[in-house]
């Protein structure tokens, strides 16, 4: 050994150790990892939204042009003959939409607590048979199902005329499922602890229920609710299907007969006030389960 060997062996080179660098090259190629995927992903939902993001620019343009930007207004929401306030035909559409959304989500809301209430608590194959038909709605192509209720009601069930009530009944049947599954959630989530310590301080099972679990399902019931509000607003199918006449049309039939024949700006309009209450539907329902920590909930919330 000489004495250079010596030296070195003494004073190894200064720098990064072998596994101290290892560790860096591995942070840095995770870090590299996401970036392609968080491009693509960035890229899809640019595409996604820019159609959406050009429909409602066009909801303020001054001008009757839809292709070309010709200043800012909301002449097409108020103050034009045209627009949505002033349109016999738009406001009706509106006022439609929101009376039915409104309709269902009180019917749907509690109907679907009950159930999932109920579901959670039959045990056996039967119960966990009649948990996995309650998706069945969903499961379903939109498109059977508006054609089987059409069917049912014109030619089963004379005494429910087409029409809103119709049409409530068709929501209130694919909107039960949303609220069932997000609720039965939260109960999985809080489990049975609350309701047997209640019933052992001396409540009845009625009690039980009323005092400890339906506070506790309250933010699971808000968020259910906006979903099935917001579902309600957007669907086209099962209302074309169930709607007779001009007088029940709602905001999604407006858009699709007039979009391609009569197109205005203030159809943006209307189609933008429909966006703006969904997302404000999805995002109270978001807010108010991240903020009571409901996880379950929020994953099924995502999936839906």
Do not use: C
Request: net charge positive; no cysteine; aromatic share 8%.
């Amino acid at each position: 050994m000489t004495t250079h060997d010596v030296r070195r062996h003494e004073h190894p080179p200064r720098g990064p150790r072998p596994r101290v660098r290892e560790e860096r090259s591995r942070r840095r190629a995770v870090r590299r990892g996401p970036v392609v995927l968080a491009t693509l992903t960035w890229l899809y939902v640019a595409w996604s939204l820019l159609p959406v993001l050009v429909a409602v620019q066009f909801s303020f343009n001054a001008g009757r042009s839809r292709s070309t930007w010709q200043g800012f207004s909301l002449r097409w929401y108020a103050g034009d003959p045209a627009s949505v306030a002033a349109d016999p035909g738009l406001h009706t559409a509106l006022v439609n939409s929101l009376v039915l959304a409104a309709l269902t989500t009180l019917v749907a809301t509690p109907l679907g607590v009950a159930l999932a209430i109920g579901l959670a608590r039959w045990r056996g194959r039967t119960g966990r048979a009649a948990g996995g038909l309650m998706l069945l709605p969903l499961a379903t192509p939109e498109i059977v199902m508006g054609s089987a209720l059409y069917l049912v009601f014109t030619n089963l069930y004379l005494f429910v005329p087409l029409g809103r009530p119709a049409m409530v009944l068709g929501h209130v049947t694919f909107s039960v499922s949303y609220v069932v599954i997000i609720v039965r959630s939260r109960l999985a989530s809080i489990g049975d602890e609350y309701e047997t310590a209640a019933r052992d301080l001396g409540a009845s099972r009625l009690q039980a229920l009323r005092l400890v679990v339906l506070p506790l399902l309250t933010p699971a019931v808000f968020a259910s609710a906006m979903i099935v509000f917001a579902s309600s607003m957007d669907d086209f199918v099962i209302s074309a299907f169930l709607s007779p006449d001009a007088s029940s049309v709602t905001v999604p039939i407006k858009l699709y007969s007039a979009v391609r024949t009569a197109p205005t700006p203030a159809l943006n309009a209307l189609a933008t006030l429909l966006l703006a209450a969904s997302a404000l539907a999805l995002v109270l329902a978001w807010l108010v389960l991240r903020r009571r920590g409901s996880t379950a909930a929020l994953r099924d919330m995502a999936s839906m």
